[in-house]
């Protein structure tokens, strides 16, 4: 484990781990041995609740550093708290250059770096739109990129719901891949969307193999036929 505050990362992890998710229905890690141990790494988990972020900390042995939007920042016991177990702020909505500069060197530092491919939690149904975010980074730091499904986490804490309920939570770490392994267009346009299909089809398949119906959308059903043809 990396990085600055490593015992007291531990230790936070840990109270959430068996105090927090223990009393909600638990949590199961599948496919930890695909977290790289070392080096640059971008985990892209699908994104449902607010829950996210904890929950595939606590899936992992490694320690993982994440954005968090600004606002969170202003309140200032929660906002020194995550700040110590190696968040950093991002404003939402706009370019933040500061916080993709920060996300570079960190990666660059051989960190590994939770980035939501969609941006925004999803219904859980069908999976979004993925922003640029995961592939500039993937493309200009080189890093390994490891999909995550996500499952319950929308269960134990709804989307616009006070409150949820006891529901088992699973994290499934798919095997990583780079973006020059997906990237094979002239185009780079093409390449983007190669990228995101890829690693859109990867999160949605261990969503499927660990239980959850999520889906693909006609769109980029679509998308992803015409760049095969």
Request: aromatic letters at 6%; hydrophobic letters at 40%; one cysteine or more.
């Amino acid at each position: 484990m990396s990085g600055r505050h490593p015992v007291w990362y531990a230790f936070v992890r840990a109270v959430l781990k068996y105090l927090y998710f223990g009393t909600h229905g638990g949590i199961k890690s599948v496919g930890q041995e695909n977290i790289p141990k070392s080096g640059p790494v971008l985990v892209a988990p699908l994104h449902l609740s607010h829950l996210d972020p904890p929950a595939v900390a606590c899936g992992m042995r490694r320690r993982m550093r994440f954005m968090a939007k600004e606002e969170l920042f202003h309140h200032r016991l929660f906002g020194a708290l995550i700040a110590s177990i190696g968040a950093y702020p991002v404003r939402r909505g706009e370019t933040d250059r500061e916080s993709i500069r920060k996300s570079i060197t960190l990666l660059e530092e051989g960190e590994a770096l939770l980035v939501f491919p969609e941006g925004t939690r999803g219904d859980g149904v069908e999976i979004q739109e993925l922003s640029r975010g995961v592939e500039m980074l993937a493309r200009k730091t080189k890093a390994l990129v490891v999909p995550v499904g996500v499952i319950g986490t929308n269960v134990v804490m709804p989307k616009g719901k006070r409150k949820g309920q006891k529901c088992l939570v699973i994290l499934a770490y798919g095997k990583p891949f780079t973006y020059e392994e997906v990237a094979t267009s002239s185009s780079e346009r093409e390449n983007r969307e190669l990228f995101a299909n890829e690693l859109r089809n990867r999160i949605v398949a261990l969503c499927h193999e660990n239980g959850s119906p999520i889906k693909i959308g006609q769109k980029h059903l679509d998308s992803a036929t015409s760049l095969d043809s």
